[in-house]
């Protein structure tokens, strides 16, 4: 039995369900709305590598290492994005979650903290994991801002850690979360999204 079973997490219209080839269309469209392989400091495919993309998050869960989810609009059924269970080392129970892009149309919506909520209360709810952990590049700044604004603690920098598209070697900023300290954090996270829908 793997320690991540395929599960569909929804909440606040939005879907998460495990990610697939018939969501090949729909994250090429996802990728398309912005250009977002373009950012130098992120690894989003060019929508002609989606499916190389998809094929290789299924690699990974058949190897045990990542479980990738596809985010939809609940509603509609459109590929908003994708984010992944990574690194996931059972024998600590220990996840860390990654691997997330958003279409720029959604970003800086209620989608991301949405998402991260179904994620984070999945693994220390159901997985009872001990840790959640992320990770990104030191030139990364609104994944840095987004992972602090979750409640995660910034654990260090580790340096010459990872080569980058252009071929560059990127410093790792590593962040994590212990489940004690996650109900303040599910907290704050609920708080931001009743902020998020009154403002609307």
């Not at 939005?14 to 018939?22: F, I, K, T, W």
């Not at 479980?67 to 939809?72: E, H, Q, S, T």
């Not at 979650?97 to 959604?106: E, K, L, P, Q």
Request: proline share 3%; net charge positive; aromatic share 8%.
């Amino acid at each position: 039995m793997a320690f991540i079973e395929p599960v569909t997490l929804r909440d606040r219209g939005v879907r998460l369900e495990p990610l697939g080839l018939e969501h090949e269309a729909g994250l090429a469209a996802a990728a398309a709305d912005g250009e977002l392989w373009k950012i130098r400091v992120t690894s989003v495919p060019e929508p002609q590598e989606t499916r190389s993309y998809i094929e290789t998050a299924l690699l990974g869960r058949e190897q045990g290492h990542r479980f990738a989810f596809a985010v939809l609009d609940d509603a509609s059924g459109k590929v908003l994005g994708t984010t992944s269970y990574h690194d996931i080392v059972p024998a600590i129970r220990r996840v860390e979650i990654g691997y997330t892009w958003y279409a720029a149309s959604v970003q800086r919506s209620h989608v991301n903290t949405s998402a991260k909520l179904l994620l984070l209360a999945h693994a220390f709810g159901t997985l009872a994991c001990h840790v959640v952990g992320w990770r990104t590049d030191n030139f990364n700044f609104a994944s840095q801002r987004a992972i602090e604004r979750l409640g995660a603690k910034k654990d260090g920098v580790i340096r010459g850690h990872a080569l980058r598209r252009d071929g560059t070697i990127r410093d790792t900023v590593m962040y994590s979360m212990r489940s004690g300290e996650w109900p303040e954090a599910r907290a704050q996270l609920l708080y931001l999204l009743e902020q998020h829908a009154t403002a609307k």
